[in-house]
């Protein structure tokens, strides 16, 4: 695909370099209208240029190498999209065995279960005679004492052989009691131990199960939307790869009229080759000249730069204006509830001292009601000589935090004016420097045939140079591209591989339990 996109670029470059001294050659009509209208003819050649049929030629080879790195990516896609389906296939068919191995685990501990049951209903029963034989044990121990009780009260000659026997009779039985306590004990150790363990168990299991099943649903919904993304990639790689054929019968079309263009030309070129040369020492292009070209394109470069940072300062500046207007529209508010908050503290006030008078022109009974009147007057002339006490702290606080905020945006609002005022007045002044006789422009349109090819000529090998920059930075990201790739295949090629490990060895698992529940039962 690339050496056929590489094949059509060049084909199309061909071509335009024909089209081009075709067009030339079709502008001289005889020797005499060259010598004599040669600067007529001239600008009517690059008038001319602008109609010819070079553009569509690398529009078609533009829109070919695009369909081209498309169809690439796609059948990466493709391949991705099939390496994902395959292994989520093996992924749930191994998920879809140990899901069957599982199952028939479960199966057979059901079974053991059912032993389990039959074997501690045997405990029962053995416990249930333990209990009456350790009843019957107790009551013996109880009976053996009383009787050394009463030989202990009794004053006989054989009360020390007496007690010697009940004594060892006494030991004994306790000895069986304690014995047939411990094997009831071992037993009922033994019941719930089987039981709990089988529970346990049944519960595990069933847990691994439905995890498993959950994995393998997972598996066959990514298996579908891969399968989809696959045979969508697919319909459209045909439908681009349907027109790249058509571009390339297109191109083959423009090659048959491109050799018989050709043809014309060498026709061309023998009839003119006896036609007189134009002066061509109208000018030469010294090493300065492009120089100082180079010059004044960093110049337009550094004009740019300073425009973009002219606009990100008006843009700060701006913020900053926003953001002063919010804070002055907080304080304004603040200290409205502060005047309105002393206003009625004033109004509180007028009302005590009229009250006040209204008592003292009365009898002088009203004492207690004075010395109210009098401590609310004491209160509010308090509050209005304190004025910091109108807000609540919070919002004394924050009206100082407003105007210590207030004053540096201010000040970094100065700052920005005068840095605003200083770009604009340098760029004004390179914007009157490129419109005079010194730009780069008016230079340009003084500059005379052979200065004009020579300039073309330097800016064409920049352009080439940039490219070549261009191509190897694209290379390099293409390598480390490349690298990444090959690190995350890596990585997902062992995820898989631990996934497989992990499978097969659950299966192994109980494989081996499945195994030891066939020799249990």
Request: with cysteine; net charge neutral.
């Amino acid at each position: 695909m690339d050496y056929v996109v590489e094949r059509f670029h060049g084909r199309s470059l061909a071509l335009a370099h024909s089209q081009e001294e075709i067009e030339e050659l079709d502008l001289r009509d005889s020797n005499e209208k060259l010598t004599d209208e040669r600067k007529f003819t001239r600008r009517g050649t690059y008038r001319l240029r602008k109609n010819r049929m070079t553009p569509t030629i690398l529009q078609e080879d533009e829109t070919l190498q695009a369909l081209a790195q498309s169809t690439i990516n796609k059948q990466k896609l493709i391949e991705e999209a099939t390496r994902n389906v395959r292994e989520a296939e093996s992924k749930a068919q191994d998920l879809s065995i140990n899901i069957q191995l599982k199952e028939q685990l479960i199966k057979s501990v059901y079974a053991s279960t059912k032993d389990v049951k039959d074997t501690n209903d045997q405990y029962e029963q053995h416990i249930k005679m333990l209990e009456k034989e350790v009843d019957k044990a107790k009551t013996e121990y109880h009976d053996l004492q009383k009787a050394m009780q009463q030989i202990a009260t009794k004053n006989t000659s054989e009360k020390s052989k007496l007690e010697t026997e009940y004594r060892k009779k006494c030991d004994m039985a306790k000895a069986r009691l304690e014995s047939l306590q411990q094997k009831e004990k071992q037993y009922r150790d033994l019941m719930s131990k089987l039981s709990g363990n089988s529970e346990k168990r049944i519960s595990d299991l069933q847990a691994a199960l439905f995890r498993m099943k959950q994995q393998y649903e997972t598996a066959q919904k990514r298996i579908r939307e891969e399968a989809e993304l696959k045979n969508k990639v697919e319909q459209e790689l045909i439908r681009e790869q349907q027109r790249i054929q058509e571009l390339t019968i297109q191109c083959d079309q423009q090659k048959k009229i491109s050799k018989l263009k050709t043809e014309g030309l060498a026709a061309a070129q023998r009839k003119l080759r006896g036609a007189p040369n134009g002066n061509t020492n109208d000018g030469i292009t010294t090493p300065t000249t492009a120089i100082a070209f180079e010059v004044e394109m960093e110049k337009i470069v550094a004009e740019r730069q300073g425009l973009e940072i002219l606009r990100d300062d008006i843009q700060k500046r701006e913020e900053l204006i926003q953001k002063r207007e919010l804070l002055l529209n907080e304080r304004t508010e603040l200290e409205a509830k502060k005047l309105r908050t002393s206003q009625v503290l004033n109004k509180s006030l007028k009302s005590v001292n009229d009250k006040l008078k209204t008592i003292d022109k009365q009898q002088p009974d009203h004492q207690t009601t004075r010395e109210q009147l009098l401590k609310q007057k004491r209160l509010f002339t308090e509050r209005l000589e304190q004025q910091d006490c109108v807000l609540s702290p919070t919002e004394e606080r924050r009206l100082i935090e407003i105007d210590e905020a207030i004053e540096a945006i201010e000040l970094a609002i100065d700052y920005q004016k005068n840095l605003i005022t200083k770009r604009e007045r340098d760029v004004q002044q390179s914007i009157r420097a490129s419109q005079g006789p010194d730009s780069p422009l008016f230079k340009i349109s003084q500059l005379n045939d052979n200065e004009s090819k020579e300039l073309c000529r330097k800016l064409f090998e920049k352009v080439i140079d940039l490219k070549e920059g261009d191509n190897k930075n694209r290379r390099q990201f293409e390598e480390i591209k490349s690298q990444l790739q090959e690190q995350s295949e890596t990585i997902n090629e062992l995820q898989s591989r631990l996934q497989a490990s992990t499978l097969d060895a659950d299966r192994r698992l109980t494989s081996v339990q499945q195994t030891h529940e066939e020799e249990k039962q």
